[in-house]
């Protein structure tokens, strides 16, 4: 079965660029999308169609995807920022989710 | 716009059925896809399958055998059935809106509203 890995987790300081990972095989030829999950509250969708953003989440979410990995780039991030995100791509007719990648704003 | 409410029981006995509703408001539940999507505590996200208004569904390959996903059109809602349940089977089950299409050479999927997820636990 086909499968995603991300990191467990990633650090940044305030006002930094952080840079989410996802791995799979030829993900590139996939299209791949980014759920954000605050503590206690559902997914929302930050990215999808490899780089485009839903209406309502700000500029600084950015998402690309070549090779085996696509990446969402969160630019002068904020607190706010602190969650888990989930990369998804889409397998044999099923979806297909990362482990998750827990972000540290400190 | 539109939203997802999940509603049924929080607690199920082991070996028992799994059954939940989810109801969409704001909108019609026909041209789109519907799925059910589970989160075990402290874990991530797997995806349990889809269905189509017209009734066409798609199973994740390793529950395929216990689950029933189902479509009432007249009342906007779709449903989850989950036999044979262990403690494995805890967790927080979500429903979401799947958008699909094709642009290129490529087809996309993406969960784009969520409902707020309903909490059920195995525990006899």
Sequence with gaps: ?????????????????????CSGDRLGNKYACWYQQKPGQSPVLVIYQDTKRPSGI????SGSNSGNTATLTISGTQA???????????????????????LTVL | QVQLQGSGPGLVKPSETLSLTCTV???????????WIRQPPGKGLECIGY???????????????RVTISVDTSKNQFSL??????????????????VSG??????????D????????????
């Excluded at chain 2, 059935?81 to 799947?98: E, I, K, P, W």
């Excluded at chain 2, 094709?102 to 969960?111: F, K």
Aim: with cysteine; net charge neutral; hydrophobic share 25%.
């Design chain 2, 25 to 35: 408001s704001g909108g019609s539940i026909s041209t789109y896809y519907w799925s």
């Design chain 1, 1 to 21: 079965s086909y499968e995603l890995t991300q990191p467990p987790s990633v650090s940044v300081s305030p006002g930094q660029t952080a840079s989410i990972t």
């Design chain 1, 80 to 102: 706010l920022d602190e969650a888990d995100y989930y990369c998804q791509a889409w397998d044999s007719n099923t979806a297909v989710f990362g482990g998750g990648t827990k």
């Design chain 2, 51 to 65: 269905i189509y208004y017209s009734g066409s569904t798609n199973y994740n390959p390793s529950l395929k055998s």
């Design chain 2, 102 to 111: 094709r642009t290129g050479a490529y087809n996309y999927y993406h969960m």
């Design chain 2, 81 to 98: 059935r989950l036999n044979s349940v262990t403690a494995a089977d805890t967790a927080v089950y979500y429903c979401a809106r799947l």
């Design chain 1, 58 to 61: 700000p500029e600084r979410f």
């Design chain 2, 113 to 124: 509203v969520w409902g707020k997820g309903t909490t059920v636990t195995v525990s006899s």
